[in-house]
C-alpha cells in the first residue's frame, strides 16, 4: 500500500532522529563498567587486535527503512542514503598503546683523565688498589728511580709517591696486586724488561699494600727469577688473588710465552721460570680477573681475551681504544671495567670489561 507523503517524511525523521554518534556506538561494544579496574598491563594483553568496526543497530534500521521507501521521491530516498553511509561507516576502536621497557643505560668507554704529571712520562704497568677505590697504582719504564706511584681516577693526579729502598731500578716493566700468606694485600713490582736479552737473572719486588696514601719509602722483599730456557725480554706479570698465590711472567718477544715460577718461590726467595703456554708477539702488558675466567693480553692497540692461562678454548683478538704507545692494563678492583694507559702524556681510558670482545 502506498503511504501518504507525510507518512513517509514522518518515518523519514523518526529514523534519522534515532541516530547516535560513532562515540556512542563504540560505547554500546565496550566492556562494563567494572571493567575499568582492570590493569593496564591486563588490558593490553587481552585486548584483541585493532579491527575497524560498524555501529550495526543503527546501520541495520537505517537500510530497512530505506527499502520501505522504494516509491517514495528521489530526494527523499538521497537523504535517507546519506544518512545510512554516516551510520554504517566503519568506526576504529581506540588503540591501547603496547607497553614498552626503557632501554637500559649501556655503559661505554670513556676517557677518565689525562696522566700529564712530569713524574709519571713513561707509564709502564697499572694495577688497581685493594684498600683505596678511587687509585690505580703505576710506574715508569726504564730509566726512573725504584719508586711507583697512586693516581686518582677522577683526575690522574699522583696522591702518594713510594719509593724502595735498597733497591736500583734496571728496567721496571710491570705490577700486580696480591695477598700474601698471612692475607695481607701486597704489590708485585716485576723489574724484568730485557730488551738485549743479556741478563742472566731478573727480581720481583714485593711490598705491602701502603695503608696510608702518603709519601714514603718502604723496603720490599726482593726475589731472584732465572728462566729455565735462557734470558727472555718481559712486560707483563699476572699475580693470583689466593693467599700466598703464585705470579706469571708474561714474555715480550716475537715467540712470546707464559712462565710460571717454582712453586714455593716465596719462602725461599728465589725462582726458576719455565714456560707453560704461547701467546702472541710482543704483548706489554696482562691482566686477569681473580677466577682466571678471563685472561687479557696487550700489544699496543692489539687485544687478545683467554680462558685461563693454558687452555684449548678459542681466543678472542679485539682492538684497544688508539693510543700513541699503548702499554699498560688492569682490571678494576671490582673487575667491572678494564683501565689502559700509555707512555708520554697518556689518557687513563676506562673499559668496560663485559664489551671487550
Same mark, same amino acid.
Given at each position: 500500500?502506498?503511504?501518504?507523503?507525510?507518512?513517509?517524511?514522518?518515518?523519514?525523521?523518526?529514523?534519522?532522529?534515532?541516530?547516535?554518534?560513532?562515540?556512542?556506538?563504540?560505547?554500546?561494544?565496550?566492556?562494563?563498567?567494572?571493567?575499568?579496574?582492570?590493569?593496564?598491563?591486563?588490558?593490553?594483553?587481552?585486548?584483541?587486535?585493532?579491527?575497524?568496526?560498524?555501529?550495526?543497530?543503527?546501520?541495520?534500521?537505517?537500510?530497512?527503512?530505506?527499502?520501505?521507501?522504494?516509491?517514495?521521491?528521489?530526494?527523499?530516498?538521497?537523504?535517507?542514503?546519506?544518512?545510512?553511509?554516516?551510520?554504517?561507516?566503519?568506526?576504529? %576502536? %581506540?588503540?591501547?598503546?603496547?607497553?614498552?621497557?626503557?632501554?637500559?643505560?649501556?655503559?661505554?668507554?670513556?676517557?677518565?683523565?689525562?696522566?700529564?704529571?712530569?713524574?709519571?712520562p713513561e707509564v709502564s704497568g697499572l694495577t688497581s688498589s685493594e684498600l683505596h677505590p678511587d687509585?690505580?697504582?703505576?710506574?715508569?719504564?726504564?730509566?726512573?728511580?725504584?719508586?711507583?706511584?697512586?693516581?686518582?681516577?677522577?683526575?690522574?693526579?699522583?696522591?702518594?709517591?713510594?719509593?724502595?729502598?735498597?733497591?736500583?731500578?734496571?728496567?721496571?716493566?710491570?705490577?700486580?696486586?696480591?695477598?700474601?700468606?698471612?692475607?695481607?694485600?701486597?704489590?708485585?713490582?716485576?723489574?724484568?724488561?730485557?730488551?738485549?736479552?743479556?741478563?742472566?737473572?731478573?727480581?720481583?719486588?714485593?711490598?705491602?699494600?701502603?695503608?696510608?696514601?702518603?709519601?714514603?719509602?718502604?723496603?720490599?722483599?726482593?726475589?731472584?727469577?732465572?728462566?729455565?730456557?735462557?734470558?727472555?725480554?718481559?712486560?707483563?706479570?699476572?699475580?693470583?688473588?689466593?693467599?700466598?698465590? %703464585?705470579?706469571?711472567?708474561?714474555?715480550?718477544?716475537?715467540?712470546?710465552?707464559?712462565?710460571?715460577?717454582?712453586?714455593?718461590?716465596?719462602?725461599?726467595?728465589?725462582?726458576?721460570?719455565?714456560?707453560?703456554?704461547?701467546?702472541?708477539?710482543?704483548?706489554?702488558?696482562?691482566?686477569?680477573?681473580?677466577?682466571?675466567?678471563?685472561?687479557?693480553?696487550?700489544?699496543?692497540?692489539?687485544?687478545?681475551?683467554?680462558?685461563?692461562?693454558?687452555?684449548?678454548?678459542?681466543?678472542?683478538?679485539?682492538?684497544?681504544?688508539?693510543?700513541?704507545?699503548?702499554?699498560?692494563?688492569?682490571?678494576?678492583?671490582?673487575?667491572?671495567?678494564?683501565?689502559?694507559?700509555?707512555?708520554?702524556?697518556?689518557?687513563?681510558?676506562?673499559? %668496560?670489561?663485559?664489551?671487550?670482545?
Amino acid at each position: 500500500m502506498k503511504l501518504p507523503n507525510r507518512v513517509s517524511v514522518a518515518l523519514i525523521v523518526v529514523a534519522t532522529t534515532a541516530l547516535f554518534t560513532p562515540e556512542q556506538a563504540w560505547g554500546e561494544l565496550a566492556p562494563p563498567a567494572h571493567a575499568a579496574a582492570v590493569s593496564t598491563l591486563t588490558r593490553a594483553a587481552a585486548a584483541p587486535s585493532p579491527r575497524a568496526v560498524v555501529a550495526p543497530a543503527k546501520c541495520k534500521k537505517l537500510r530497512r527503512a530505506l527499502k520501505r521507501t522504494k516509491k517514495s521521491s528521489v530526494t527523499k530516498r538521497r537523504v535517507l542514503r546519506k544518512r545510512i553511509k554516516v551510520a554504517c561507516k566503519k568506526i576504529s %576502536p %581506540p588503540v591501547t598503546p603496547p607497553l614498552t621497557t626503557p632501554a637500559p643505560d649501556v655503559e661505554r668507554t670513556r676517557t677518565m683523565c689525562t696522566i700529564s704529571n712530569p713524574r709519571l712520562p713513561e707509564v709502564s704497568g697499572l694495577t688497581s688498589s685493594e684498600l683505596h677505590p678511587d687509585i690505580l697504582w703505576t710506574h715508569n719504564d726504564s730509566g726512573d728511580q725504584a719508586r711507583i706511584f697512586a693516581i686518582n681516577l677522577s683526575n690522574c693526579a699522583i696522591v702518594a709517591e713510594v719509593g724502595l729502598t735498597g733497591v736500583v731500578a734496571r728496567d721496571f716493566e710491570a705490577i700486580g696486586r696480591g695477598v700474601d700468606n698471612s692475607g695481607t694485600s701486597v704489590l708485585w713490582i716485576a723489574d724484568i724488561g730485557d730488551n738485549a736479552q743479556s741478563r742472566a737473572n731478573v727480581t720481583l719486588y714485593r711490598i705491602p699494600e701502603p695503608a696510608m696514601l702518603t709519601d714514603q719509602v718502604v723496603a720490599p722483599d726482593a726475589f731472584t727469577i732465572t728462566y729455565a730456557d735462557g734470558a727472555r725480554n718481559a712486560e707483563g706479570i699476572l699475580v693470583s688473588h689466593a693467599q700466598g698465590g %703464585p705470579v706469571w711472567i708474561v714474555s715480550k718477544e716475537a715467540n712470546g710465552g707464559i712462565y710460571e715460577l717454582t712453586a714455593g718461590f716465596q719462602q725461599v726467595g728465589s725462582a726458576v721460570a719455565t714456560r707453560i703456554a704461547d701467546v702472541p708477539s710482543f704483548l706489554t702488558d696482562a691482566a686477569a680477573k681473580a677466577d682466571w675466567s678471563t685472561v687479557v693480553l696487550r700489544s699496543g692497540d692489539f687485544g687478545q681475551i683467554r680462558h685461563g692461562l693454558v687452555t684449548n678454548e678459542p681466543t678472542v683478538n679485539f682492538t684497544f681504544p688508539h693510543q700513541p704507545q699503548g702499554e699498560a692494563v688492569t682490571f678494576s678492583a671490582d673487575e667491572r671495567y678494564v683501565y689502559i694507559a700509555s707512555e708520554g702524556v697518556s689518557e687513563l681510558i676506562r673499559i %668496560p670489561s663485559d664489551q671487550l670482545r
